[in-house]
């Protein structure tokens, strides 16, 4: 079936590092793919989403690409702040499914100033 | 925002009894969404709706039964709680396509004892 695997947390950065969360996923035909981002006490909203191979996501600094020859969707920011620590989810919605989305088991980041 | 709230955000109650959360929608969107998240496992899908009384099973939908009898309420039934049913519950809306973004709501902290 289709599944989504991310790279385990906690991940701790200083202000300024550069980000990256891995996501690869297992799929059949062409998934879109999608990053939600979970703040503390709240409900997961979108951060980016790609709908077909090579396309790139991005918003507030942070960038995906989908790469369709490695399966993944990894996510990056240039220059994290302390506002960015919140809990990290990949997730894929195969086509014909009902709009059903499959997640990632989550990362939680942590920037510390 | 998304218009979409969940009631109640709270609930502490005993194994064997009968719980229902609701999911409330101004959207007048299609699809909602039933999901779990506990520690580990991120987001599982428990059941969604497709429309008014169109409900279908997600990956964890054992314990639990749903009902639309409304464009905008969604019900999650927990017929008999249990310990394991304890969790965070989160409800989600979709438009009409798997590229649009499911919108979440605030989430309901259920606790059985």
């Known amino acids: 079936g289709d599944s989504v695997t991310q790279m385990e947390g906690p991940v701790t950065l200083s202000e300024e590092a550069f980000l990256t969360i891995n996501c690869t996923y297992t799929a059949t035909g062409y998934p879109s793919l999608f990053w939600y981002v979970q703040y503390p006490g709240e409900g997961l909203q979108l951060l980016l989403k790609?709908?077909?191979?090579?396309d790139k996501g991005s918003n507030k600094g942070f960038e995906a690409t989908y790469r369709k020859e490695t399966t993944s969707f990894h996510l990056e920011k240039g220059s994290v702040q302390v506002s960015d620590s919140a809990v990290y989810f990949c997730a894929l919605s195969p086509p014909r499914s009902n709009y059903k989305l499959t997640f990632g088991k989550g990362t939680l980041l942590t920037v510390n100033p | 925002d998304a218009g979409i709230t969940q009631s109640p955000r709270h609930k502490v109650t005993e194994t064997g009894t009968p719980v229902t959360l609701r999911c409330h929608q101004t959207e007048n969107h299609r699809y909602m969404y039933w999901y779990r998240q506990d520690p580990g496992h991120g987001l599982r899908l428990i059941h969604y709706s497709y429309g008014v009384k169109d409900t279908d099973k997600g990956e964890v939908s054992d314990g639990y039964s749903v009902s639309r009898s409304k464009t905008e309420d969604f019900l999650l039934t927990l017929e008999s709680a249990t310990s394991s049913q304890t969790s965070v519950y989160f409800c989600a809306i979709s438009a009409s396509s798997g590229i649009d973004e499911q919108f979440f709501g605030p989430g309901t902290r259920l606790t059985v004892l």
């Open positions: 790609a709908t077909k191979a090579d």
